[in-house]
């Protein structure tokens, strides 16, 4: 595989250029474009990187490298742009404008026309006019090759200041058509320049220096003062900061940290200086790894986008041939004069171009994806930015997800009357060895409630984990087990007794565990685990966007039915296993769009199923980042709304360039048809249309939640981009 950083390459009319000049390359299996970040990807095998940056360089173009594992954004930061002189197309503008003064009040001599307009087009237009004999030597009807040819034709039937205008109208749209799109790459660019590039590192003697951030390995002991950024992940050895998690997260408010606590690189120090132990390097960092999932997205095609792209590749060659046939048939069936025919022809030749059509999809994917990265939502792809404003239905887990996910021990009670004190000390001990091999939370709330009472746990042999039912083992050589009631009742062991205090304590919300041998249950523990504050106001939001709730869960029917009253879910569904789970998102894919919201591992099944997978709380955990469709960063449900209204919105604005661009393409062919448009105006509707396009497909930028409470809130700052 070979990566290539064009510097020229920022259009489809590049990527036109350079696919029909190495697609048939030897060894050239495929070609991956990312026209915002200007990276071309060849798959090959065996063949010669040389030649293929040869062939690259013979259409005009400059080739660099990129080495594996640099970002094309941090690459595209060393690499120099040539600064663009406005000087020469403000002359060129106004020489043209003499030419055609000149032209239409018949000023000066005979030859004062051509000879202005000839002079405008040496001073801008000879690149275009390279680039169009490139593009017709490599057979591609590009913008610069319709452009050439119209600008010839129009030289060759005397409109000399007219083909001097439209160079130069040209030349100066393609210039703003450059900056806007330069404006929607520096939204990644923003995201990494949150990471300093130096860092203040301990050395052996034990000075503290400043070095750059790319050389501090793992382990090494960092320290950042008030008001720096964090440059490296790591966790906290000294100190109690107050850390601004926004660029990661999302989350508006600063987080008090404490010894042991996770720091992210690029957030903010507000108060407290504090050292902490690097455990990533640079590019390995969690901004680093949102920045490389950001990147494929980018690159990758949203469906909106390949529809447009086939539309394109018939469209432009259907026109050109309705301009041949206009200027061969438009004097025969019309009685007209040939040379009115071919200017017609000229003028449908400008409008053939369907650049604005083309690089409307990805600047309005691009844009809505760097929104929700710095919103703290890491979209995978831009399919799933779409997809999104169809969701009908969004399933959640229970545990972490809409709790807090820290459940406590509420009550525990041997089920022997009779039990004296050792009794209820061996039986939490039983309990306590069980849990403590367990990594559910229900589990982890039973072991920390015994640790509390100072009880040791015993080795456990024999353990063996039954999903959505409990864990068993064998202590001191007796057979113990801890599950929920699922587990009781596929043992045989649920007596009406125990299923009457099963039932009062799950009523009340609680999840039930119990402790039993092989003969009989010996304990039950209740534990409850809190609604987060935010579930509750997130749940209704998306009720608001005509979105239905599900909650699937593994914990009892009643505890799961008390928690979806408190929150308002519109359907809930207990003691399900992971397969269960499964067929509950089947079921209800058959009417809509459904999307699974979890922790990325427990819930793999589901998740995997769901049309779109929310990770919750992704931050620093590489399993969600790199397996979810759609990352949360933090533990904030209230992003499911603000996702959903962010995909609406790049719908919406999608769909608006999408008309605009055909609209205006319609509207001038009739003009031209008609004989009311003339090159010039043709050039400003195609290169004006492309530059609405990229403005409007930028404002998606501004669709990014609140970090303070006296700006504009979530919804209406995502709802103005759709507006």
């Given at each position: 595989m070979?990566?290539?950083?064009?510097?020229?390459?920022?259009?489809?009319?590049e990527?036109?250029?350079?696919?029909?000049?190495?697609?048939?390359?030897p060894?050239?299996m495929?070609?991956?474009?990312?026209?915002?970040?200007r990276?071309?990807t060849i798959?090959?095998?065996d063949?010669?990187?040389?030649?293929?940056?040869?062939?690259?360089?013979s259409?005009?173009?400059?080739?660099?490298?990129?080495e594996d594992g640099d970002?094309?954004?941090?690459?595209?930061?060393?690499i120099?742009?040539?600064r663009?002189?406005w000087w020469?197309v403000?002359?060129?503008?106004l020489?043209?404008l003499g030419?055609?003064?000149?032209h239409?009040?018949?000023?000066?001599?005979?030859?004062a026309?051509?000879l202005?307009?000839?002079?405008?087009i040496?001073?801008?237009?000879?690149?275009?006019?390279?680039?169009g004999?490139?593009?017709?030597?490599?057979r591609?009807?590009?913008?610069?090759?319709?452009?050439?040819?119209?600008?010839?034709?129009?030289?060759?039937?005397?409109?000399?200041?007219?083909a001097?205008?439209v160079?130069?109208?040209?030349?100066?749209?393609?210039?703003?058509?450059?900056?806007?799109?330069?404006?929607a790459r520096?939204?990644?660019?923003?995201?990494?320049a949150?990471?300093?590039?130096?860092?203040?590192?301990?050395?052996?003697?034990?000075?503290?220096h400043?070095?750059?951030?790319d050389?501090?390995?793992?382990?090494?002991l960092?320290?950042?003062?008030?008001?720096e950024?964090?440059?490296?992940?790591?966790?906290?050895?000294?100190?109690?900061?107050v850390?601004?998690?926004?660029p990661i997260?999302g989350?508006?408010?600063?987080?008090?940290?404490?010894?042991g606590?996770?720091?992210?690189?690029?957030?903010?120090n507000?108060?407290?200086?504090?050292?902490?132990?690097?455990?990533?390097v640079?590019?390995?960092?969690?901004?680093?790894?949102?920045?490389?999932?950001?990147?494929?997205?980018?690159?990758?095609?949203?469906?909106?986008?390949?529809?447009v792209?086939?539309?394109?590749?018939?469209?432009?060659?259907?026109?050109?041939?309705?301009?041949?046939?206009?200027?061969?048939?438009?004097?025969?069936?019309?009685?007209?004069?040939?040379?009115d025919?071919i200017?017609?022809?000229?003028?449908?030749?400008?409008?053939?171009?369907?650049?604005?059509?083309?690089?409307?999809?990805?600047?309005?994917?691009?844009?809505?994806l760097?929104?929700?990265?710095?919103?703290?939502?890491?979209?995978k792809g831009?399919?799933?930015?779409?997809?999104?404003?169809r969701?009908?239905?969004?399933a959640?887990?229970k545990?972490g997800?809409?709790?807090?996910?820290?459940?406590?021990?509420r009550?525990?009670?041997?089920?022997s009357?009779?039990a004296?004190?050792?009794e209820?000390?061996?039986?939490?001990?039983?309990a306590t060895?069980l849990?403590?091999r367990?990594?559910?939370?229900?589990?982890?709330a039973?072991?920390?409630?015994?640790?509390?009472?100072?009880?040791?746990?015993?080795?456990v042999?024999?353990f063996t984990?039954?999903?959505?039912?409990?864990?068993?083992g064998?202590?001191?050589g007796?057979?113990?087990?801890?599950?929920?009631h699922?587990?009781?009742?596929?043992?045989?062991?649920?007596?009406p007794?125990l299923?009457?205090?099963?039932n009062?304590?799950?009523?009340?919300?609680h999840?039930v565990v119990?402790?039993?041998?092989?003969q009989?249950?010996?304990?039950?523990f209740?534990?409850?685990?809190p609604?987060?504050?935010?579930?509750r106001?997130?749940?209704?939001?998306?009720?608001q966007?005509?979105?239905?709730?599900?909650?699937l869960?593994?914990?009892?029917a009643?505890?799961?039915?008390?928690?979806a009253?408190?929150?308002?879910?519109d359907?809930?569904q207990g003691?399900?296993?992971?397969?269960?789970?499964?067929?509950?998102?089947?079921e209800h894919a058959?009417?809509?769009?459904?999307?699974?919201?979890?922790?990325?591992?427990?819930?793999?099944?589901?998740?995997?199923?769901?049309?779109?997978?929310?990770?919750?709380?992704?931050?620093?955990?590489d399993a969600?980042i790199?397996?979810?469709?759609?990352?949360?960063?933090?533990?904030d449900?209230?992003?499911?709304?603000?996702?959903?209204?962010?995909?609406?919105?790049?719908?919406s604005?999608?769909?608006?360039?999408?008309?605009?661009?055909?609209g205006?393409k319609l509207?001038f062919?009739?003009?031209?048809?008609s004989?009311?448009?003339t090159?010039?105006?043709?050039?400003f509707?195609?290169?004006?249309?492309?530059?609405?396009?990229?403005?409007?497909?930028?404002?998606?930028?501004?669709?990014?939640?609140?970090?303070?409470p006296?700006q504009t809130s979530?919804?209406?700052?995502?709802?103005?981009?759709g507006?």
């Amino acid at each position: 595989m070979l990566r290539l950083r064009i510097q020229e390459m920022d259009c489809p009319t590049e990527e036109a250029l350079l696919r029909k000049a190495l697609a048939d390359q030897p060894g050239v299996m495929a070609l991956d474009f990312n026209l915002m970040d200007r990276v071309l990807t060849i798959h090959h095998h065996d063949a010669a990187p040389d030649a293929l940056q040869a062939s690259v360089r013979s259409l005009g173009m400059t080739p660099v490298t990129i080495e594996d594992g640099d970002s094309a954004s941090s690459r595209d930061e060393a690499i120099p742009t040539k600064r663009e002189r406005w000087w020469p197309v403000v002359l060129a503008a106004l020489i043209a404008l003499g030419a055609e003064a000149s032209h239409w009040f018949a000023m000066g001599t005979p030859w004062a026309p051509p000879l202005l307009a000839l002079t405008a087009i040496a001073m801008v237009g000879l690149p275009t006019w390279r680039k169009g004999m490139v593009a017709l030597r490599h057979r591609t009807l590009n913008i610069n090759a319709l452009m050439s040819v119209a600008v010839t034709g129009a030289l060759l039937i005397g409109q000399w200041a007219e083909a001097a205008m439209v160079l130069v109208l040209f030349t100066l749209a393609e210039r703003l058509e450059a900056r806007s799109l330069e404006r929607a790459r520096h939204a990644i660019r923003d995201l990494l320049a949150l990471a300093p590039q130096q860092a203040r590192v301990q050395q052996a003697c034990g000075d503290w220096h400043e070095v750059p951030a790319d050389q501090v390995t793992i382990g090494s002991l960092v320290r950042v003062r008030p008001g720096e950024r964090v440059a490296l992940d790591g966790e906290i050895v000294r100190g109690n900061p107050v850390l601004d998690e926004s660029p990661i997260t999302g989350e508006s408010l600063p987080r008090d940290k404490t010894m042991g606590d996770t720091v992210f690189a690029g957030t903010i120090n507000r108060d407290g200086e504090f050292d902490y132990r690097s455990t990533r390097v640079a590019n390995d960092t969690t901004l680093a790894r949102i920045i490389h999932a950001v990147e494929q997205a980018q690159a990758s095609r949203a469906p909106t986008q390949r529809l447009v792209d086939r539309f394109a590749t018939v469209y432009t060659p259907a026109v050109f041939g309705l301009a041949i046939a206009t200027a061969l048939l438009w004097p025969l069936l019309f009685a007209g004069a040939w040379l009115d025919g071919i200017y017609r022809a000229l003028v449908l030749l400008v409008i053939a171009c369907p650049c604005a059509l083309v690089i409307s999809t990805p600047v309005t994917i691009v844009s809505g994806l760097s929104a929700a990265a710095r919103s703290g939502i890491l979209i995978k792809g831009g399919s799933f930015l779409e997809l999104g404003h169809r969701l009908a239905w969004v399933a959640l887990d229970k545990t972490g997800t809409l709790t807090r996910g820290q459940p406590r021990q509420r009550h525990w009670q041997p089920l022997s009357p009779d039990a004296d004190a050792a009794e209820r000390r061996r039986l939490q001990q039983l309990a306590t060895s069980l849990s403590g091999r367990s990594n559910h939370p229900v589990s982890r709330a039973v072991h920390d409630a015994a640790k509390a009472d100072d009880i040791v746990a015993s080795e456990v042999d024999s353990f063996t984990e039954h999903p959505g039912r409990g864990v068993q083992g064998v202590i001191d050589g007796q057979t113990v087990w801890l599950g929920n009631h699922r587990m009781v009742e596929e043992l045989g062991l649920c007596s009406p007794d125990l299923e009457a205090q099963l039932n009062t304590w799950e009523r009340q919300g609680h999840s039930v565990v119990v402790l039993g041998d092989t003969q009989r249950a010996l304990a039950l523990f209740a534990v409850a685990d809190p609604l987060k504050a935010t579930s509750r106001e997130a749940i209704d939001d998306l009720h608001q966007l005509g979105v239905k709730t599900l909650m699937l869960s593994g914990d009892n029917a009643a505890s799961v039915s008390a928690i979806a009253r408190e929150a308002g879910i519109d359907e809930a569904q207990g003691q399900l296993l992971p397969e269960d789970k499964l067929t509950a998102i089947e079921e209800h894919a058959r009417h809509g769009v459904v999307g699974m919201v979890g922790d990325g591992i427990n819930d793999a099944p589901a998740l995997a199923r769901a049309d779109i997978g929310f990770a919750m709380g992704a931050a620093g955990s590489d399993a969600a980042i790199e397996t979810a469709d759609v990352a949360l960063m933090d533990d904030d449900l209230r992003k499911l709304p603000t996702f959903v209204r962010l995909s609406r919105a790049t719908r919406s604005v999608l769909v608006q360039n999408i008309a605009f661009a055909i609209g205006i393409k319609l509207v001038f062919l009739v003009l031209a048809f008609s004989g009311h448009a003339t090159l010039w105006m043709a050039v400003f509707a195609d290169m004006g249309a492309s530059l609405l396009v990229v403005a409007n497909g930028m404002r998606l930028l501004r669709a990014m939640p609140s970090r303070h409470p006296q700006q504009t809130s979530p919804s209406a700052a995502v709802a103005s981009a759709g507006s």
